[in-house]
C-alpha cells in the first residue's frame, strides 16, 4: 500500500512540475542578462542613426555703425547663412556602416542569447544526472536493505556468521552514505541552474527531458562565426567611410545692409585634404577586416573538427549505450537468480553483493551515457546555430 501511494504522490508532483521548455522559456522572457544585452541593439540602433544625420546650419548676425566723415552717422547689419552638404556618395557609405553596426549588435546579442540557451541546457542536464543517480541511489538502498533483512534471518537461524551479517549491514549503511552525498550534489546543480537562468525562487523542475539534434549540422550559422563575419563586414563599412577624403561642403548665403547700398553673396566652402586625409583611419579599417577574414577562417577550421569529433564521439556513445543496456537485462536477470539462492542459503553474500553492486554500476554507466549524448546533442546543437532563433 505505501508503495502505491508513493507511486501517486510521485506522478502527482511529475505533473505539476515545470519541463526543461518551460522552464527555458521563462528564463529567457526574464533574464536580466538578456534583458540588459538586448538593450545593445537599441544602443547601436542609435549609433547607426547618428551617423547618418545631417549637420546643423549656422548663422551669423553682426550690427555696423557707419560714421563718415560729412553727414550723420547710419546703422547697417550682416546675416549670413551657411549650411553643410554631404558630398554624393558619402551618405551611402555612411548608410552601409550605420546597418553594419546594427548588424553587429544583432549578431551579439544572437551568440550571448545562444550561449545563455547552451549553458542553461547544459546546467538542466547535470541537473537531471543528479537526480537521476539520486533515485538510483534510493533503489540501491532497497536492494541492499533487502539483503540485510535476509542476512538477519539467515544468521536467526544459524546459516552465517555474525560477521558476514555485519557486512551486509556496513554495506546498507555505506549507501546510505553515498545518498547523502548524492543529495547534496543533486541540490548544489538544482540551486547552480536557477542562478544561471536569474530565477529568484525556488521551483518543482522535472529532470526527465531529453536533447535530440534539432537540426543539420551547418558551421555557417554558427554564432560566434556569424559575429567574426559582422565585424568584418563593419570593418570595411568604416574603410569605405574613411575613403571619403571630404565628406562636406557648405553652401553659404552672405546679405548686408549698408547705408549707400545692400549686398548678397551666395557662396560654397570646401575644406581642403592636404594634411587630413584619413588615410590612417582607412588603413586601420583594412587591417581590422583582414584579421577579421582570418579569424573567420581560423574559426571555420576549429568548427569543422569540433563537428567531426562530436559527430565520432555520438558514434561511440551509442554503442556504449547499446552494450551496457544488454548487459543490464542479464544483470537483473542473474540478480533475481541469486536473491532466491540467497534466502535459501544456496548463495554467499559477496556473490550476491558483488551481482549487486555490477548492476548499480551499469545502471551508473546508461545513465552518465545518457548525460553524455544529451551534452553532445547541446553542443552539436550550438554549432549548428540551432539556438539562433
Known sequence: ?????????????????????????????????????????????????????????????EAAKFSPNVGKSAMGYRALY??????????????????????????????????????????YVNYANKKKLLALGDQELSIAKNIYHISIERNKAGTISKGILLQAQVDYEMVQ???????LASQNSYYQLLKKAGINEEIDLDFSSSFGIEKKSDIYENPDLKLIQANQKKSLANAQVNSNKIEWVSIITDYQKKPTKNILRV???????????KSQ???????????????????????????????????????LKKSNEKTLVTQINLL???????????????????????????KINIINLNTALDNNAINLNYISGAYND
Open 82 to 123: 551657411s549650411q553643410p552638404i554631404r558630398l554624393w556618395g558619402v551618405g551611402e557609405d555612411k548608410e552601409n556602416l550605420s546597418f553594419a553596426i546594427k548588424e553587429k549588435a544583432l549578431s551579439l546579442y544572437a551568440l550571448k542569447k545562444a550561449r545563455f540557451i547552451q549553458q542553461i541546457s547544459l546546467l
Open 336 to 362: 533475481k537468480m541469486f536473491e532466491q539462492g540467497y534466502k535459501i542459503a544456496s548463495i554467499n553474500l559477496l556473490q550476491f553483493q558483488s551481482i549487486k553492486n555490477t548492476l548499480i554500476t551499469t
Open 1 to 61: 500500500m505505501i508503495k502505491v501511494l508513493s507511486a501517486i504522490v510521485l506522478l502527482n508532483a511529475s505533473l505539476f512540475a515545470q519541463n526543461f521548455d518551460e522552464f527555458l522559456d521563462n528564463a529567457l522572457k526574464n533574464s536580466p542578462y538578456l534583458k540588459a544585452s538586448n538593450l545593445n541593439i537599441d544602443q547601436a540602433k542609435e549609433s547607426g542613426d547618428a551617423l547618418t544625420r545631417y549637420a546643423n546650419p549656422t548663422i551669423e548676425l
Open 267 to 277: 557662396g560654397m566652402s570646401i575644406p581642403l585634404a592636404i594634411f587630413n586625409t
Open 177 to 183: 552514505v553515498r545518498i547523502n552525498t548524492l543529495a
Open 281 to 319: 583611419e582607412k588603413r586601420i579599417s583594412d587591417l581590422q577586416a583582414n584579421q577579421s577574414d582570418l579569424l573567420s577562417q581560423n574559426k571555420q577550421t576549429q568548427l569543422h573538427m569540433e563537428l567531426l569529433r562530436l559527430k565520432k564521439q555520438r558514434e561511440l556513445l551509442v554503442e
